[in-house]
């Protein structure tokens, strides 16, 4: 009988998580980590902007690949105002446990903008607990009300929903 109460109660802890997974719409959760230079970096101080949260790895393949459209899309995007929010710019989650490795995969790959962070974890990084990331890359684009816009953009799909986002100018003649 206390088997099955376990069972039954491993189950219902189960099903709860699973039901507190990330989606559009919601808050995005608060993320602080350190930089490279040991700088703690907040989520929340980029409020206001259009923000694509990368989680990646200098050892991860299809994250490196990711990278070229990551720096078109930042490159079209930076000064561009959106409906909610002025400017685009990435916050990028590195899930290396070494600083060496991890410092010389965003020079290699001239990932320019500023916001690179990780608590050196690994798969154990703390904000990819809280936005269940489960598989790299994965990403979450944030509104400037810090809402969550979109998930795992890849390839050219960033660049479309961040054109689909802008404001519309109208010109009357």
Known sequence: MKYYILLLFVFLLAKNTNSQTLKIGDKAPEIVQKSLNGKNISLSELKGKMVLIDFWASWCKPCRKESKYLLDAYGKYKNTDFRNGNGFTVYSVSFDRSVKSWQRAVEKDSLIWENHVSDLNGWRN??????????????????????????NLRGYNLEKKLRSLRKRKWFFF
Request: net charge positive.
């Open 126 to 151: 703390a904000a990819a607990r809280i936005y269940k990331v489960k598989k790299l890359p994965s990403n979450y684009l944030i509104d400037g009300e810090g809402r969550i816009v979109a998930i």
